[in-house]
């Protein structure tokens, strides 16, 4: 049996690019949340640091989360959002729930 796997993303915008930022996610999550294996996928506005997206994920199993990796509105939007956030990345955080 496959367990559960999860990935949290903090994604940071440039300063007056927040709005542009969480359009481009809102179009990935309508899609991702089609893909087999997607449980849950959505994203958290973070009260604590401003311009700051939290991507929450939870897959069937890590196999159908490496997939979403290779699907043209993933490639899309980390084209797209590269461009107008902090360091141009994402820090990604990927596990299994152990409690």
């Known amino acids: 049996m496959k367990k559960q796997f999860f990935v949290v993303a903090e994604l940071i ?3 007056g690019k927040f709005e542009e930022l969480k359009q481009i996610f809102e179009e990935l999550a309508e899609e991702t949340r089609k893909e087999k294996g997607a449980v849950e996928y959505f994203f958290i506005e973070d009260q604590s640091k401003p311009n700051t997206l939290l991507s929450i994920e939870r897959w069937e199993n890590t196999d159908e989360e490496a997939k979403h990796w290779e699907t043209p509105h993933l490639q899309k939007a980390l084209t797209n959002a590269d461009r ?4 141009n990345r994402a820090i990604i955080h990927k596990g299994f729930k152990i409690i």
């Open 13 to 15: 915008a440039q300063e």
């Open 84 to 87: 107008i956030m902090v360091n």
